[in-house]
Nanobody
Framework: QVQLVESGGGLVQPGGSLRRSCAAS????????MTWYRQAPGKERELVAT????????NYADSVTGRFTISRDNDKNTVDLQMNSLKPEDTAVYYC?????????WGQGTQVTVSS
């Protein structure tokens, strides 16, 4: 069974850090572009960070550049998102995505709330 299982969400104060993890099962991520998306209440889902398959290249939304870091471990079949200097506007449900051509898999989504 193909799954992307996310962990590491929760509540954090402004300025704090969280590390999100996404573990794949039923397929190997090494051939897939891996991406983190988020969706805040009343807003469309947006790309947060993406990492390519080879010689991993990364891209970030302007709003998180310099604060978030995406990484992948193909041996462990995982992709992580380190989130630092969190702001209230980072509050959203975060989703892990694996994409290869027309094939896509999504994680279940996990809430991240940044609030004092």
């Amino acid at each position: 069974q193909v799954q992307l299982v996310e962990s590491g969400g929760g509540l954090v104060q402004p300025g704090g850090s969280l590390r999100r993890s996404c573990a794949a099962s039923g397929f190997t991520i090494s051939s897939y572009t891996m991406t983190w998306y988020r969706q805040a209440p009343g807003k469309e889902r947006e790309l947060v960070a993406t990492i390519s398959r080879f010689s991993p290249r990364t891209n970030y939304a302007d709003s998180v550049t310099g604060r978030f870091t995406i990484s992948r471990d193909n041996d462990k079949n995982t992709v992580d998102l380190q989130m630092n200097s969190l702001k209230p506007e980072d509050t959203a449900v975060y989703y892990c995505n694996a994409a290869l051509g027309f094939r896509q898999f999504w994680g279940q989504g996990t809430q991240v709330t940044v609030s004092s």
